[in-house]
T-cell receptor, first 109, second 110 residues
Framework: GQQLNQSPQSMFIQEGEDVSMNCTSS?????WLWYKQDPGEGPVLLIA?????ELTSNGRLTAQFGITRKDSFLNISASIPSDVGIYFC?????????FGKGTKLSVKP | SQTIHQWPATLVQPVGSPLSLECTVE??????LYWYRQAAGRGLQLLFY??????ISSEVPQNLSASRPQDRQFILSSKKLLLSDSGFYLC?????????FGNGTRLTVT
């Protein structure tokens, strides 16, 4: 079946540093989504990507849909303490999404 | 934009008791609705999805069931809870856009 690998599993960074995480799949996807989840809350959509090569920004966040359609990355620039949380990628198509296992981000002030 | 309401936020239930979690959606019509479970290991497991009233697809066989009595209402139920049913249950919705999640229900079965 389809598999989706998200890395790294966790990150410990200093405030102000840039962060990069990525997801790769064994299959071609039509959609890549990136979410952030705070403790005790549901995941919140950060960025949605629908086209190979698409590069989209949301404030300090930037995500790209890989040209091969099998990967995506999320970058966070100049991290701040409120960036702490778990970041999930999801790939697939409407009604058929696969989620990564998450990247837990910790930020040291 | 759509808003997803889930309740209760937290629930502690004894083994063998019934369960009913409710999810309602505002701001959209004829949405696709989903129930996910998230265990402590962080992964999101799709339990049920529905493309319309009375239409339920089950992804994982278990002692849970789902119903969609109205267009924007999705209910997760169990007749007898097991310890392994503990977890964080998330309702999600998409219409003509990406998937959005509710704030979840933390279920602890004791």
């Amino acid at each position: 079946g389809q598999q989706l690998n998200q890395s790294p599993q966790s990150m410990f960074i200093q405030e102000g540093e840039d962060v990069s995480m990525n997801c790769t799949s064994s299959s071609i996807f039509n959609t890549w989504l990136w979410y952030k989840q705070d403790p005790g809350e549901g995941p919140v959509l950060l960025i949605a990507l629908y086209k190979a090569g698409e590069l989209t920004s949301n404030g300090r966040l930037t995500a790209q849909f890989g040209i091969t359609r099998k990967d995506s990355f999320l970058n966070i620039s100049a991290s701040i303490p409120s960036d702490v949380g778990i970041y999930f990628c999801a790939g697939g198509s409407q009604g058929n999404l696969i989620f990564g296992k998450g990247t837990k981000l910790s930020v040291k002030p | 934009s759509q808003t997803i309401h889930q309740w209760p936020a937290t629930l502690v239930q004894p083994v063998g008791s019934p369960l009913s979690l409710e999810c309602t959606v505002e701001g959209t019509s004829n949405p696709n609705l989903y129930w996910y479970r998230q265990a402590a290991g962080r992964g999101l497991q799709l339990l049920f999805y529905s493309v319309g009233i009375g239409q339920i697809s089950s992804e994982v066989p278990q002692n849970l069931s789902a119903s969609r009595p109205q267009d924007r209402q999705f209910i997760l139920s169990s007749k007898k809870l097991l310890l392994s049913d503990s977890g964080f249950y998330l309702c999600a919705c998409d219409s003509w856009g990406p998937l959005h999640f509710g704030n979840g229900t933390r279920l602890t079965v004791t």
